[in-house]
């Protein structure tokens, strides 16, 4: 086979691939929105999910949240005090911190922990016929496992990222008033006549699509494990590879639309 | 009542099941036999429509058994029991029973319910103790006898068991042979995998053969075990036996 | 439920709800804030870019965000159609000849429109009325007049204000898409250019009171030499009257200046504004003796007349300029806006 051939055998794999994910994605989407009136969406499941990806996360989004705005700060004050506009370290807050890191880095951390968890978990629950199980039952694993983890990521992931917001302010106030004792409340306002609603929705709007497709990679990966248990690890790096490339992508698509709107 | 029309399925290069037609009536036990990888497990799945096959159709008293929508109401009349116990791995005994209880039987009365699960918990020699256990830490033979008590508790039309007997050890072997004969008797449909002599003699009323993705042979146990084809009365002496 | 998921969702349940709600509140306090919930008035104006714009985009008076920018676009004459509003409470301002003034920070990038206020008159607009831009020749005017209008101070606030500008150079004024280095740079030039001139008038002069009755021939060379500084001066001058009207404009809306930028261009005083002070005073001074130079060249050479008429305009200019700074060029119409100069429009005497 020429390098031609392979490279063709290989698109075809990966078209193949996005097709395959792409229908898997509209199954989701569909069962989704017939779920009110089917009810078939598992609280128990939901709530789990939130709990061990949204709360569970919560110290070491904080822990990160706060550092990343007090260094945010500290950097910003080493360089714009040098030319007299230290007053544009809100602007750095704003659109540093709020606008994109704070999306970001949550995101990241919950691919670490919770979309390699839940690729793995339903990477070995297909592995040990637990899906099977389930569809003999006729509970469709759409519905049980994949919607209420995908809906409960989404939530935990839109929940933290409105923390990592709140404390990375707090972070940033704090080492502020290293340099310059300044009440909360000015800080408050000096930040908030930086801050629109835009910037402030468009940080949980990502955090949504984040959420979503974190959570839509991992379970479809998980999926795709057929009877193998050396099969969890390489769909779970697989998943972890895909869902940042998605995050930075989708980043990027609603960072243009957002500035193309306005 | 369920009828195979032209199944064949294919795993990668590999065709595990040929064209197969066959017809299972009510009220009768139906054993799959054959040799290592001969597709029975595979075939029972496709029967219970826990996969769909590459082609052909099952149907359900009529009813493609893989059309969207009618899930819950043809796994509320087709309790299926796999070879190995298999219950949800994050869930309790207890939550596991509970799961296919609320989902298939919503507007059950609950007393009624929970008096059910206990007798056949019961009935299967599942101790109490292990209802609020995780499945990772009891025994894989209670694991399958949970899996039973499910099926049971669910009173399915159709019973699809996947190698009744296997990981059983004595005590629960005798009472799941006790429950299935029981289930046989009140007018139930089997249709069991294995190779168990004893479930093929005292259960089944016809034996499925399966070779190389096709049946080769479909009739009573006594012609079975009689046969004098050269390959199934080797299969017979070689495979067949508790 | 058993005790450990009630727990569980109880503690999602709280975790989720403080997020949404601190969420629901600060957006809430936000838009507040940034006025969403208080009743606008929609205007019109044209700008010739939108450098820096956007659709919220602030519209300052005296530093204070009145209104904000609605949305904008392109029309068939390449003008941008600009759909600004102000909040209620500010509708007041809204008098008939003001003008919007377009400056853009030079660091963020970000442009703000200044509002500059007509004080002559108190005929509010009507809501979606066209208000004037400073892009426009129209608005140009207007702004001059209106800023003309704005004060009364003397001379020695001027040098006051110079502290001020200086600290608000990032606000760009320019209209030729310039920078505030830009601007920098001609205020040292002119300096610069007046320094020359003076010293070169000097030495005329000196020439002239010790060589005048020697030798017609070094009248003539003079005048030769005087024509052609007369002409430099004109284009210092323009220029000169060209940054003080900027100046001017600059320095009238802004209360609050940040200290750093003026320490880090100008922390004395010595590189621009004293230079600048200092070549003005002298020019004033030296124009006394043109004149009268220009008179003894009349008594000795009537024909030459004619030649000086030019150099004579050019000198008014400058007098005019520098009595407008001397006595406040924020009023009683000391700067008019000078004509674009045409370099190598010099007079010649053969």
């Not at chain 2, 029975?40 to 058994?65: A, N, Q």
């Not at chain 3, 809204?94 to 500059?116: A, C, Q, W, Y």
Request: hydrophobic share 40%.
């Amino acid at each position: 086979m020429n390098y031609i051939d392979r490279i063709g055998e290989r698109l075809i794999v990966f078209i193949e691939n996005i097709k395959s994910f792409g229908r898997f994605m509209a199954t989701v989407v569909r069962r989704f929105l017939s779920l009110y009136s089917e009810k078939k969406i598992n609280a128990d499941v939901l709530v789990r999910q939130v709990y061990f990806t949204g709360f569970e996360a919560f110290w070491l989004v904080s822990i990160i949240a706060f550092g990343i705005g007090a260094l945010i700060i500290l950097q910003g004050n080493i360089i714009l005090s040098t030319f007299g506009q230290t007053k544009l370290m809100y602007v750095l807050l704003v659109t540093v911190v709020i606008r994109e890191l704070s999306s970001i880095l949550t995101a990241l951390i919950v691919i670490a922990r919770s979309g390699t968890s839940i690729c793995t978990e339903l990477g070995n629950m297909k592995v040990s016929h637990e899906i099977d199980l389930l569809q003999s039952y006729g509970i469709s694993p759409i519905n049980y496992l994949v919607i209420s983890r995908v809906f409960g990521v989404v939530v935990a992931l839109f929940t933290l990222t409105i923390y990592f917001n709140i404390i990375s302010i707090l972070g940033g106030w704090f080492f502020t008033s290293f340099f310059y004792p300044i009440p909360f409340k000015d800080f408050m306002m000096h930040l908030i006549g930086e801050l629109s609603v835009g910037d402030l929705l468009i940080s949980v709007i990502k955090s949504v699509f984040f959420g979503f497709f974190i959570a839509l990679i991992s379970c479809y990966q998980g999926l795709q494990v057929v009877v193998a248990r050396t099969e969890v690890p390489q769909r779970t790096i697989r998943a972890v590879v895909q869902s940042i490339l998605a995050v930075i992508v989708i980043d990027i698509l609603i960072t243009y639309i957002y500035y193309l709107v306005l | 009542m369920l009828t195979l029309k032209n199944i064949s399925f294919r795993h990668k290069e590999q065709t595990v099941l040929d064209s197969i037609n066959y017809h299972f009536e009510p009220n009768k036990t139906y054993t799959i036999t054959g040799g290592l990888s001969s597709g029975k497990s595979t075939l029972l799945k496709i029967t219970g429509g826990l996969i769909p096959p590459t082609e052909g159709i099952v149907c359900f008293r009529e009813r493609d058994i893989q059309t969207k929508g009618l899930e819950r109401e043809i796994h509320r009349k087709i309790g299926y029991v796999f070879q190995e116990g298999v219950l949800i791995s994050n869930l309790s005994v207890e939550e596991n029973i509970g799961l296919p209880v609320k989902y298939l039987l919503p507007n059950s009365n609950r007393d009624e319910q929970r008096i059910r699960v206990k007798e056949m918990l019961s009935r299967f020699r599942v101790d109490s103790s292990y209802l609020d256990k995780r499945p990772c830490s009891i025994p894989a033979s209670i694991r399958k006898t949970v899996n039973f008590a499910i099926a049971f508790i669910l009173q399915p039309e159709v019973l699809m068991v996947d190698d009744p007997l296997f990981n059983l050890n004595k005590p629960e072997r005798e009472a799941v042979i006790r429950e299935l004969t029981n289930f046989k008797r009140s007018g139930g449909t089997m249709i069991l995998t294995g190779n168990s002599e004893r479930i093929i003699k005292d259960l089944t009323d016809e034996v499925i053969y399966l070779n190389e993705g096709k049946i080769q042979y479909s009739d009573k146990p006594e012609l079975f075990f009689t046969s004098t084809d050269s390959e199934l009365s080797q299969f017979v002496t070689e495979e067949i036996g508790d | 439920m058993d005790q450990k998921t009630k727990r569980t969702y109880r503690v999602t349940g709280f975790f989720v709800l403080v997020a949404s709600i601190s969420l629901l509140l600060l957006v809430i306090f936000i838009a507040f804030k940034q006025n969403a919930f208080t009743k606008k008035i929609t205007y019109y104006t044209t700008l010739d870019n939108v450098v820096g714009i956007t659709t919220s985009s602030p519209i300052i008076f005296k530093g204070y965000e009145i209104g904000r920018i609605k949305n904008y676009k392109l029309n068939k004459n390449n003008e941008i159609e600009v759909e600004f509003i102000v909040f209620q409470e500010f509708a007041h301002l809204m008098i008939e000849d003001s003008v919007l003034d377009k400056n853009v920070h030079p660091i963020t990038g970000r442009g703000t429109l200044e509002f500059v206020m007509n004080r002559s008159s108190d005929k509010l607009i009507a809501e979606k009325s066209f208000v004037l831009s400073s892009d426009s020749n129209q608005g140009r005017k207007a702004l001059q007049a209106n800023q003309e209008h704005g004060s009364s101070e003397p001379i020695s606030s001027l040098i006051n204000k110079l502290e001020r500008f200086v600290s608000n150079l990032g606000r760009d004024d320019n209209y030729d898409e310039g920078s505030f280095f830009r601007m920098i740079y001609n205020m040292a030039e002119v300096a610069e250019g007046l320094d020359k001139g003076i010293e070169n008038l000097n030495r005329i002069l000196i020439s002239l009171q010790t060589e005048e009755t020697k030798d017609d021939g070094v009248l003539f060379r003079t005048l030769n030499n005087f024509a052609d500084l007369a002409e430099e001066m004109k284009i210092t001058n323009s220029l000169l009257a060209n940054n003080l009207v900027k100046l001017n404009s600059l320095l009238e809306n802004y209360e609050h200046p940040e200290g750093l930028l003026s320490k880090m261009l100008d922390p004395t005083g010595m590189d621009i504004i004293q230079p600048l002070s200092e070549s003005l005073l002298l020019l004033q001074k030296s124009l006394r003796e043109i004149s009268e130079l220009m008179e003894f060249a009349n008594d000795h050479a009537p024909e030459l007349l004619l030649l000086m008429s030019e150099s004579k305009k050019t000198l008014n200019e400058i007098q005019k300029t520098v009595e407008g700074i001397n006595s406040n060029p924020l009023i009683r119409g000391g700067i008019t806006k000078p004509d674009t100069p045409v370099p190598g429009s010099k007079i010649r005497v053969e």
